[in-house]
C-alpha cells in the first residue's frame, strides 16, 4: 500500500472517529435535555406503552386464530412483528426527530446557520437529536416478542444471533435512506406532511409478513422501495428462508440506497435559497 493511500486511510478513520465522537455527545445532551423535563420523557414513555397494546391485539388475533401463512406459523410469525415494533422504535427515537425538523429549518432559516458548522450537514441534519425515551417501550417490547417467538419456534442459537443482529444493521440503514428521501421535498416545497404519511402508511406494511402480499408487491417492496427489508429479512434469515442472492442483496441495498440519498442531498442542498434570500 502506497504512503500517500495509507494516508487517506488514516485521516477517514480518524474523521469517522471524530464522528462517532461527535454523535456520542448528541446523545449525551439529549439524555440531558430529556431528564430536564422528566414529566414529558415519562409521560411519553406511557403513550408509547398504550399504542403497543394496540399493536398487541394483532398478537392476539394471530394466535386466536392460528393464523398460518404459508409455513408459517403464529410463533414465526411474532418474530416478523416483533422485529417491526422494534425497528419502529429504533425510526422513531433515532431518525423521526430528525428528519420532522427539517422542514422547520428550511422555513425559519436555521438551515443557514448549521451550513456554517465544520461538519458534515447531512450528518448535523439527520442525527443531530435522539429522542431517548420514545424508543424504549418498542424496542424491548420488540426484543421481548421475538425472544419468545425465536424460543416458542424452537430455532437454534449458533450463528443466527450474529447474522440477525447483522441484518437488523442493515435494516436501520434502509430505514434511514427510505425515510429521509421524502424529507428532502422539503427543499422544494417545504411542507412536507402528506408525503411523510404516505411514508409512514408504506412503513406500515413491515407489521406482517411480506408473504401476505402478491408477487409483483413483494418484488417492489424487495427491489425497487426495499421496505420489505427492514422487518422481513432478520426473521427470514433464522428460518432458513433466504437465498445467498437474498443475503448479497440486504448488503448491496444500504450501501446503494445511502449513494442515492447522498445524491439527491447534494442536489437539494445545491437549489436551496436560504431564508434570506
Avoid at 469517522?16 to 411519553?44: D, H, I, P, Q
Avoid at 465544520?118 to 421481548?144: C, E, H, K, T, W
Avoid at 409478513?209 to 433464522?238: C, E, M, T
Wanted: with cysteine.
Amino acid at each position: 500500500m502506497s504512503t500517500g493511500l495509507l494516508a487517506k486511510c488514516r485521516a477517514a478513520l480518524d474523521r469517522g472517529t471524530e464522528y462517532v465522537r461527535l454523535y456520542g455527545l448528541f446523545v449525551k445532551n439529549c439524555l440531558s435535555a430529556g431528564m430536564e423535563y422528566r414529566f414529558n420523557f415519562w409521560m411519553g414513555i406511557a403513550v408509547e406503552i398504550a399504542f403497543l397494546c394496540a399493536k398487541a391485539l394483532y398478537i392476539l388475533i394471530v394466535y386466536q386464530t392460528d393464523l398460518h401463512i404459508g409455513k408459517l406459523t403464529p410463533d414465526h410469525i411474532l418474530l416478523f412483528i416483533g422485529t417491526y415494533t422494534m425497528m419502529t422504535g429504533l425510526y422513531m427515537g433515532l431518525f423521526y426527530v430528525n428528519f420532522i425538523r427539517l422542514q422547520q429549518y428550511i422555513r425559519d432559516g436555521t438551515l443557514d446557520l448549521l451550513m456554517t458548522k465544520p461538519v458534515s450537514l447531512q450528518f448535523l441534519v439527520s442525527l443531530r437529536y435522539v429522542d431517548i425515551g420514545l424508543p424504549v417501550p418498542n424496542v424491548v417490547a420488540g426484543a421481548m416478542m421475538i425472544a419468545v417467538g425465536w424460543h416458542r419456534s424452537g430455532l437454534p442459537l449458533n450463528g443466527n444471533i450474529a447474522g440477525f443482529a447483522a441484518l437488523l444493521l442493515a435494516a436501520l440503514a434502509v430505514t434511514y435512506g427510505i425515510m429521509l428521501l421524502p424529507a428532502l421535498l422539503a427543499f422544494r416545497f417545504v411542507q412536507t406532511g402528506a408525503v411523510t404519511e404516505i411514508a409512514h402508511s408504506i412503513w406500515d406494511a413491515n407489521n406482517m409478513p411480506l408473504d401476505i402480499f402478491p408477487q409483483w408487491l413483494q418484488r417492489i417492496g424487495v427491489y425497487i422501495i426495499p421496505v420489505f427489508l427492514i422487518s422481513n429479512y432478520a426473521p427470514k434469515f433464522v428460518l432458513n428462508e433466504l437465498a445467498m442472492g437474498d443475503i448479497i442483496w440486504a448488503v448491496a441495498a444500504p450501501v446503494l440506497l445511502f449513494m442515492l440519498v447522498r445524491w439527491c442531498w447534494k442536489r437539494s442542498v445545491r437549489s436551496y435559497s436560504s431564508a434570506g434570500s
